[in-house]
């Protein structure tokens, strides 16, 4: 009975768990988390299952394998909302580099290469991990998706500094456009002024 009760507060812990996620994600992204909330019904409706065949002194094959989906599917509600946590901030953070590029950031953002390599691997992990396998792997993208989530609000954080620093990047580039330009057309000035003495040596 004892490793029941530990099971059952792995189950709990889960529960909650990712009942908080589904709300942190959330709160970043405005969206409703459905397949995770589906999943946590579905836990608690195992669980009323196992409960009840627990009460009525039924405890064997039938209850053991309701006890184990209410896990597993706590577990899945886990991993599915750190899953659209992960791809929401990836998708702000592809953003954030579309805008700064490579020569802003890591200027502003301290161990930029170092977090993008963060972000690559919870990449690879997302796109690795076959539906089978989310209840097993939900710990370790849950602990993906706090790092993306860091890396994505320090982004966000640094956002006037970037501004900054690219519309200073921008006008450095105007004023050398700009003088670019005007050598050029000094340098066509003199010909056109040397061709006429010339002619006019002639």
Known sequence: MSDKKELIKVLCYDFEQADKIIQDVKSITNEEVIPAISQLRYSGWHLVRWMSLFIEGKEGEDSEKEFLEAINHSKRALFDASRHGILFCMEGIKSFRDTYGGEILPEIVTGYSEKMYKVEESRKFVISVSKAERDVRADVCYKHFVTIKDIFQELIYCQPDLNKLKM???????????????????VVVAIISIAVAIALAT
């Open 168 to 186: 200073k990047k921008e006008n450095e580039n105007k004023r050398h456009n700009q003088l670019f330009v005007i050598s050029i057309a000094s």
